[in-house]
């Protein structure tokens, strides 16, 4: 009511007029939600009655960009205006901006004779370990072959669809290419033979009968007539990594050799030829002896 006196006349006189008060709007928002922190912008959706605006950091005209909201916990505001009546209301709920970080191992050189070798160092623990030669987080050195090979540490965020990844490298080196040769022989009273075949040179012989002088290797004939293995190995210096091939010696026996009787003759019986060594075909030496004659009178008595 509005009420007026004349103060003239002291006459008072009244009218009324209604005043709506409107409610506010009931305005509902999303529920809260993470996301990752390399997720593409997108527009943010779910606010009810729908036609409001959003608010908040890393919004600009209604898309959330969370590389610039930046990792944590982000209020967001959602203002709805009722055109009918121009009243507002507003509720809030909260996007979390997760940046999961991996860290890798440090690179591995290994050689290509190695077993498999189960993965690990990386950070967070209980991620996944992705490349060539690797299956189930074992990595298989023969499998994945000589060479330098990238392997991928992926980490998840548990309850999320958060990733992190890393790379690190596993060289994996071949072995020496080695020679050895097809065999060496003796016979059992030869001198120590020397070793000095085996290719690349510089490594270690190893077998019954070799043995090493500090300098060089030596195979002594002397261990027996029969057939010995010989192995040799060589440790590439600048890898580590060692492989190994073998031959045979063989040692022959001596020849069972007989010779005949003593015997006695005059000074001067002629020049006559030996005989009576066997096996035959060999040779004779000694005083008065040439060309397997021997000469009584140039041997002279005795």
């Known amino acids: 009511n509005y009420c007026f006196t004349d103060p003239g006349t002291g006459c008072e006189n009244c009218c009324e007029f209604n005043f709506y008060v409107y409610a506010k709007p009931d305005v509902s928002c999303p529920e809260d939600f993470t996301i990752c922190y390399d ?3 997108f527009a943010l959706s779910g606010g009810l009655p729908t036609g409001g605006t959003y608010s908040g950091t ?3 005209g209604g ?12 209020i967001i505001t959602y203002t709805y205006v009722d055109p009918q009546t121009l009243c507002e ?3 809030t709920f909260k996007i979390t901006v997760i940046l999961v970080e991996a860290i890798c191992p440090d690179d591995i050189e290994i050689c290509i004779d190695e077993g ?4 690990s160092g990386g950070l ?4 996944t370990y992705s490349g060539t030669g690797v299956v189930s987080g074992i990595f298989y050195p023969y499998t994945a072959g000589s060479g330098d090979h990238i392997i991928t540490y992926t980490y998840v965020e548990p309850g999320t669809n ?10 994996v080196n071949p072995l020496p290419v080695m020679d050895c040769p097809p065999y060496m022989e003796a016979c059992e009273d030869d001198p120590p033979v020397l070793l000095n075949t085996g290719y690349p040179v510089g490594g270690e012989y190893t077998g019954t009968g070799v043995s090493f002088d500090g300098t060089n290797y030596y195979f002594d004939p002397a261990v027996g007539a029969g057939t010995y293995i010989v192995n040799y190995c060589f440790t590439d210096p600048g890898t580590g990594c060692e492989n190994c091939c073998e031959f045979n010696f063989y040692v022959y026996a001596k020849p069972d050799v007989s010779c005949p009787e003593d015997f006695t003759i005059c000074y001067d019986t002629s020049p006559f030829a030996l005989s009576g060594g066997l096996p035959t075909g060999g040779t004779y030496s000694g005083t008065g002896v040439s060309g397997g004659m021997f000469y009584p009178a140039t041997a002279g008595t005795g």
Do not use: D, Q
């Open 89 to 91: 209301n507003f509720c």
């Open 63 to 74: 898309m959330f960009y969370p590389a610039t909201a930046g990792t944590g916990a982000h």
């Open 124 to 127: 967070p623990v209980g991620g």
């Open 116 to 119: 498999p070798i189960t993965l």
């Open 39 to 41: 997720t593409p912008p």
């Open 162 to 171: 958060c990733a992190g990844t890393c790379e690190f490298k596993i060289t």
């Open 58 to 60: 890393g919004i600009s």
